[in-house]
């Protein structure tokens, strides 16, 4: 079993910066890809981004290409989320997730491990 606590979220204002992290403990041996998802109020939740076991592959969902980056410190077993150039429809709850696979998904079904949720909201 694998324990994921995201942090890092707040309120800022459109243009700002944020980094998320997120802190895996428990079974972390596992070769697993990571990802981030985000659930705006009345939407359902949509992929953000993926990152490899090795780090190596990303992928990004359209609405964050080039503003938002993923990374891994598999030594530290965290995963961080870089959103640069905030906007306010980037106001959700950001999850991460494990996947229980080792390459890069952006289907969630793929995701066995998810965290509570953080809070950002970009104010205009």
């Known amino acids: 079993q694998v324990q994921l606590v995201e942090s890092g979220g707040g309120l800022v204002q459109a243009g700002d910066s944020l980094k998320l992290s997120c802190a895996a403990s428990?079974?972390?041996?596992?070769?697993?890809?990571m990802g981030w998802f985000r659930q705006a109020p009345g939407k359902e939740r949509e992929f953000v981004a993926t990152?490899?076991?090795?780090?190596?592959?990303?992928y990004y969902a359209d609405s964050v290409k080039g503003r938002f980056t993923i990374s891994r410190d598999n030594a530290k077993s965290t995963t961080y989320l870089q959103m640069n150039r905030l906007k306010p429809e980037d106001t959700a709850v950001y999850y991460c997730?494990?996947?229980?696979?080792?390459?890069?998904?952006?289907?969630?079904?793929?995701?066995?491990?998810w965290g509570q949720g953080t809070q950002v909201t970009v104010s205009s």
């Open positions: 997730a494990g996947a229980g696979v080792s390459f890069i998904t952006i289907r969630s079904h793929d995701y066995k491990y």
């Open positions: 990152i490899s076991w090795s780090g190596t592959s990303t």
């Open positions: 428990g079974r972390t041996g596992s070769n697993y890809a």
